[in-house]
C-alpha cells in the first residue's frame, strides 16, 4: 500500500473538513473582525443533533436515504438559527464595545454550549446510529471510501458555492461592502445587521455539514469534539488568511494535509519516540509558524491601498 | 415647498456641542453651500441629515419627520451622502462600487441605463472598470463616490468636502460635475472649506461658525458680504 497517497487521501478528507469550519470563521471574522470562539461549538452541536435525529428515526418505517436527509437538514436548521440568535443575543449588544468584550464572550458562549451538550447527551461517545458499509476503492496502491469521495464533494459543493454567492451575487457584494466599512455599507442602503446575521447562519450551515461529516467519518460524537476542531479551523482560516474566504479553503486543506502527512511519518522520522497520536501538534506547529513570519496568513490582504 | 427642513438641529458628542441648535431649509433644485472653518460644525450636520449620528431637533423631507431614521432607510427615500475622505470600497472594483450605490434599486434596465450615464460622464472610470477601486487616485476617487452616489438616483445629495486633498485641476472638474448634476434638477447640500468656489457654483449659502449658523443669504451676496470676505475669502 502506497502510504504516501494514503495519507494525501486522508488529508484531502479532514481538510475538506477544516475548510468548512473555517470558512465560517473567516467569513465573521472578515464581516465583523470577531474571532467567533464558539464556532466549534455549533460543528459540535451540529453533529449531535443529527445523531440525535437519526437514533429517534432509525425504528421508524420510513427509508434509510430519507432518515438521513431529514437529520440532515434539521441539523443544520438548528445550527443556522443557533448562529442567528449567538449573533443577536450575545454579540450584537457588544458591537460596539471593545473588541477584548466579545471575544471574552465567545469563549465563555463556547464553554456554555459544551455543558449544554453535556447535560443533554451525556459524558460518553455517542455512537454514530447507522453502519455505514462504505465501499472501498483502491487506486494506484491507496484506497478511498464512498463516505472519503462523498465528504470531498459536499464540501468542495459547498465551498463552491459560498465563494460564488460572495463573489457574484448582489448579497456578496453587500457583504463584502460591509466588510470593508460598515457605515459606508449602510449609506448604501444596507442593512448591516441584516448581513451581519446572513454571515453568522450561512457559516453556521456549513459548520452544521462538517459536524455531521466528521461523526459519520469517525463514527463518534462527543460534546468536546467542537473545541479542537474548532481550534484547528481557526488556525486553517489563519494560516490562510483570516477573512479571506479563498484563503480558509486552502488554509483547510494545507493543513488537513500537513497533519495527515505529519501523523503518517512522525514516527519514521523520530525513530519511534513520537507516534501518530502527535497529529495535534503540527496544526499548532503550524499556527507559530504563521503568525511569526507571515501574519496576514498565505492569501491574507495584500491590496495596494492609495490614500 | 422646501424639501429638507432643519428645525433646531442639536449634534453632541458627550458633552461637546457640535452643533447648537441650527435651522435651515433646502427648496427642490436648489444648490445650497454651507461654509464655515475647520470644526464649526458642516460634518456633524451633514451626518445628521443622513442619520448617521444621533441629533436633537427635527428633520423633516418632503414633509415628514426623518429625524434619527438609520442611514440604509434615507438612502430609499433618495438621500445620499458622499462621505468626506470619499469611502470609496478600495477592495471591491469599480464597476462593483457602483453596483452598491445602485444598491436601493431594483429595475435592471435602468440601473444599466445609469452605468452607461456615469462611464459617460467619467470616461477615465470606464476604462478602469475591472480594476480595485482602492488603486484609483485622489481624484478618480473622488469622482467613483460621486457616481457612485449618482447611482442611487438621489433627490438629495449630501457632498462633504469633495475638494479636500486634490489638485486644483481636478477640483475644477469635480465642481463641473456638481454644476452639471444640479442642472439636471437633483438638489444639492455641499459642505466646502473652499467657500469661494462652493458659493460660486451655489445657490444661496449658509455659513456656519461654531456649532451655529452665523449667515445665510443669496450665494452672490455672501461671496460680496465684507464679513465673508474677511473670514473665509481671504480678502
Not at chain 1, 455543558?115 to 483502491?138: C, D, E, K, S, Y
Request: with cysteine.
Amino acid at each position: 500500500m502506497d502510504i504516501f497517497l494514503q495519507q494525501i487521501i486522508n488529508g484531502l478528507v479532514l481538510g475538506s473538513i477544516y475548510a468548512l469550519v473555517a470558512l465560517g470563521y473567516s467569513m465573521v471574522y472578515g464581516i465583523l473582525g470577531l474571532i467567533n470562539f464558539a464556532h466549534g461549538e455549533v460543528v459540535m452541536i451540529g453533529a449531535m443533533i443529527a445523531l440525535a435525529m437519526l437514533q429517534a428515526l432509525a425504528s421508524s418505517s420510513m427509508p434509510i436515504a430519507v432518515i438521513i436527509l431529514l437529520s440532515l437538514l434539521v441539523a443544520a436548521l438548528v445550527c443556522m438559527a443557533l448562529g442567528y440568535a449567538m449573533e443577536k443575543v450575545c454579540y450584537r449588544p457588544l458591537r460596539n464595545a471593545p473588541r477584548l468584550a466579545p471575544l471574552i464572550t465567545a469563549i465563555g458562549l463556547s464553554i456554555v454550549l459544551q455543558n449544554i451538550a453535556m447535560i443533554a447527551w451525556g459524558r460518553q461517545f455517542v455512537a454514530f446510529p447507522l453502519q455505514i458499509h462504505a465501499t472501498q476503492h483502491a487506486i494506484a496502491g491507496a484506497s478511498i471510501s464512498d463516505l472519503q469521495i462523498l465528504i470531498i464533494l459536499v464540501a468542495t459543493a459547498s465551498a463552491v458555492a459560498l465563494l460564488l454567492l460572495v463573489h457574484k451575487t448582489r448579497l456578496g457584494r453587500a457583504m463584502r461592502a460591509t466588510a470593508q466599512d460598515h457605515r459606508i455599507a449602510g449609506l448604501m442602503g444596507v442593512n448591516v445587521n441584516t448581513i451581519i446575521s446572513v454571515a453568522f447562519v450561512l457559516g453556521s450551515a456549513l459548520a452544521a455539514a462538517a459536524g455531521i461529516m466528521i461523526a459519520a467519518y469517525y463514527g463518534l460524537a462527543h460534546y468536546s469534539m467542537g473545541a479542537l476542531l474548532g481550534l484547528k479551523a481557526f488556525t486553517a482560516a489563519v494560516l490562510g488568511g483570516i477573512g479571506n474566504l479563498g484563503g480558509a479553503v486552502v488554509g483547510g486543506l494545507l493543513l488537513g494535509l500537513i497533519e495527515s502527512l505529519g501523523a503518517g511519518y512522525i514516527g519514521a522520522l523520530t525513530g519511534g519516540f513520537l507516534g501518530s497520536h502527535y497529529q495535534d501538534i503540527f496544526a499548532f506547529f503550524v499556527l507559530i509558524l504563521v503568525l511569526i513570519f507571515r501574519p496576514s496568513g498565505l492569501l491574507g490582504e495584500r491590496v495596494a491601498e492609495r490614500a | 415647498m422646501s424639501l429638507l427642513q432643519a428645525q433646531q438641529l442639536k449634534v453632541s458628542y458627550g458633552g461637546i456641542n457640535a452643533v447648537k441648535s441650527v435651522d435651515f431649509h433646502i427648496s427642490k433644485g436648489e444648490l445650497v453651500a454651507l461654509i464655515g472653518a475647520n470644526g464649526a460644525g458642516k460634518t456633524s450636520t451633514l451626518k445628521a441629515l443622513c442619520g448617521m449620528i444621533k441629533a436633537k431637533g427635527n428633520i423633516f423631507y418632503g414633509g415628514a419627520d426623518i429625524t434619527n431614521q438609520p442611514s440604509c432607510k434615507l438612502v430609499n427615500l433618495g438621500i445620499v451622502l458622499v462621505p468626506e475622505g470619499r469611502g470609496i470600497f478600495s477592495r471591491l472594483s469599480i464597476e462593483e462600487n457602483l453596483h452598491m450605490g445602485a444598491y436601493s434599486r431594483h429595475k435592471r434596465r435602468e440601473i444599466r441605463a445609469d452605468f452607461i450615464k456615469m462611464y459617460d460622464l467619467f470616461p477615465r472610470l470606464a476604462k478602469r472598470r475591472k480594476q480595485l477601486a482602492g488603486t484609483l487616485s485622489g481624484g478618480e476617487q473622488q469622482m467613483l463616490a460621486i457616481a457612485r452616489a449618482l447611482m442611487s438616483r438621489p433627490r438629495l445629495l449630501l457632498l462633504d468636502e469633495p475638494s479636500m486633498g486634490l489638485a486644483p485641476l481636478m477640483v475644477n472638474k469635480i465642481f463641473t460635475t456638481i454644476k452639471a448634476v444640479s442642472a439636471e434638477g437633483v438638489t444639492i447640500l455641499l459642505v466646502e472649506q473652499n467657500a469661494k468656489l462652493a458659493l460660486e457654483i451655489s445657490h444661496r449659502g449658509y455659513v456656519m461658525e461654531s456649532g451655529t449658523i452665523m449667515l445665510s443669504d443669496s450665494a452672490q451676496n455672501l461671496l460680496n458680504s465684507t464679513q465673508v470676505k474677511q473670514a473665509y475669502l481671504g480678502e
